[in-house]
């Protein structure tokens, strides 16, 4: 592990760098290049200033609250609000209001990290990873629908039932490579190839099996997606694969020590990943909102969940109800 | 207990019994008599059929993953499996990707049911009963709108104020009656009252108390369900009946220990259901999928939740907070 | 703390006042006269008689229940069902199963706040709140939409893209002192600035820095939502301030201990209160539902839970995981 290191630059850098679990300055430097590629093909370089910003504000907050110190020079404090700073902007008009929403939003992210830490990490062992960001993000956007100086650009709200999708022929070989790399791009909202191939190198630099988690999760989710008929625009643009890549690198490299036993448990929750974006998009469509990385969050969430020698409450009368006689349910495994 | 049983057979069949908290394959058994009865009527046989394959890939998923060998022996990890491969057919139709959902479904119902193990029940003492399975249901319907190779067959997606109502007569006796099965049969998704003859023998040859119990959950919510003018065809299919009908069984009898202090808890417990279901049934309506035993599992977990001598938080500071003084708050009850 | 009282009554009164956090009769009782001064405007006594009968239902459930009597004479079991009483009128029409479901819904409450206290409070550390109000009024509310029985007279379902916004003026002088006690009466489901009034002097008998705090909240709130161009009618009304006033209230005073510190993050919580308001009304929409005082509970829920020098878990592995090798993650902080 890095040493800590007080500067807010690095701690910011390094904030960017988790957003695909690696701590690393040099990877987030990557990342800021992918996304200022990306800018440079359509000319708005809102997602990076807003990516910056976010990260800089969410960090600061955690340093005045005094979160742990170490923690935030990892940039653990950080990766929510990069996403939240380059999220808004692609989803709401360009407005000063914008820009407060993103310093409110940011700041807001840093406390819903420090909650989620307090409860779904400390007491049930799931990492928050980027659950704070999509709360933050749902919550934002959804309030640009009631407030009139701020402008929704996306997909306007409608029922599931409208849904397009597609069951057409295979994309051709150039395809299907630009769309493995724009699994990746999109995890930082971006739709260029050439920016997912910089963030795997960024990846890469940091971590070989990380890098090659990723790689496998665009390609199981790309099968799987054409497989199954999804769209194929959003397949086309890497909506079906920025979640998959998350699960495949979170379940198979990083929160689970890597094993054959664990790579097919990897590819399990990579290929339920693509039924949960499915199923995510048709039901935040009628609020209007975009699913962003929930499909990952709550697929890893349930995947990391399970702990060794788990036992399902038996269908017994539980312990010490406030009603019932309260006879203790059965052992809930021989071993504890 | 039974004798832990490495029968693959006989643990699926121990899976079919315990979706009605019974651990008996006769039971189990039953069941799939109850589900086949009905597939002659209506001469489709795919609810018994994705019923098996969803147990049998459950409990496999289970053994594979060396999850606890006496739950799995108790059936504990394959009804949330059997509901999943029931209720998808019943849902979507028929194709290959149809049966490759079931199978991925049923698998992850397994990790979703120790995900469930590993928190609600381990750490909140609430059993996870069927809501792995109206989880992993609802994921798997709602990506069938974003699949073109999945086709939801049921209810399209609309707004709540579309719901049907009725505050028309009460039904004839022999209608009554039939409901009264329904009530019971629909737990499995079937529409036939002989069939809930059947599954009610099954329960009973299990437990008199349990069969007792989902007998009078049948009959208090026809009653509430007519008395507030719910839609008389829903009414008539059993579908506001098998979510109060589990609740009276879980609360009255199996989760906590009879009693007639027990017995008003339940039944204020199976009232509560009934509104829970007209509630999801209008909630998730924009999203154009079923609410499985939603009503049932909701209502459950808040019933059983409460623990002996239990205080809210009093309106007063909170203990050790990242921001606050941290002035512990006063002990929540005299007697811890 | 008052002295534990058996009498209903007073216990009643007090859970009227809990409402804002306070523990007092008095404050309980002007609570009920600024009701009543609002029904004598519209000439509905619905709201303050609905809230009567909810108070008695729930205090009277949480005794027979045996819930633990100290919380029960302090009115804590009392202030959800009072709410449950006084909303289910205003959003449902009379008819006696109105009158059936405030019953069973104010018993529900109780059950509802054992259940968050048994979890959310005891497990998380987090005060239930008014979350019980919002989790039971929603479901009596849209189980309106599935009965004959109970018609909804509020806003019909719809989604989120047609809601109205304003970008208009700011309102004049008189309307700001009028909306700024609109806000607080809200909190009670009233639109009258008098009944604002007499609550705040109810709050500031029992409590002056409480009573600060709720008129920062109002201010505040009034501010943001003119800022970011919030439905002027909705403004107006005091819809975008009361989930705020009981932010400034329960961050700022109630669960922590005050400090200039503490004063800046409840403004922050504040802020975010007004946009998590907006956002909660766009994502209730379709399914026609209020969003009660939702945007409170979600806000002070996130705010209160993160704990003293937590941090998030770090990207490495997980402890004890079913399929993983389980080595152990880095120590969560170095105090711990």
Redesign the interface.
Known sequence: ?PRANPNLLVQSLRGAS?VF???NAATGLLFFVAMAYASSLTGNWATPIGGALGVLVATLTARL????A??VS?G??GFNGILVGAALPTFIASSP?LW??IV??A??ST?????????L?????????TGPFVLTG?????????????Q?TGD??????D?V???AGIPGPADLVAIFFRNIAQVYLLGSAVSGAIILAGILIASVPAGIAAAAGSLVSLVVAL?????PSAVSQGLYGFSPVLTAMAVGV????P?P??AV?AG??T??TV?????????VA????PSFTAPYVLTM???????????????????????????PA?P???AR
């Open positions: 592990m988790q679990f690696m701590e609250l005094d979160c742990d170490p923690s990892s653990l404090y209001q407060a929403a409110i939003g700041a807001a406390v819903v990290t420090a909650a989620f830490s307090a409860t990490t400390d007491k049930w062992g799931i990492p928050g990873s749902w919550l934002m956007v959804a309030a640009a629908y009631s407030f009139g100086r701020l929704v306007a709200p409608r029922l599931a039932a849904l999708r597609g069951s497989a199954m008929g999804a769209d990083i929160f689970l020590t094993s036993r664990v448990y399990l929750a290929v339920t039924f949960v974006q499915g199923a995510l998009d048709a039901l009628p609020a209007g909102i969430y349930l995947f990391i969940a399970p702990k060794r020698l788990m036992a399902p409450h038996p269908h017994a009368p539980v312990a010490d109800h406030m009603v019932g006689e309260g006879t059965r809930a495994s021989p």
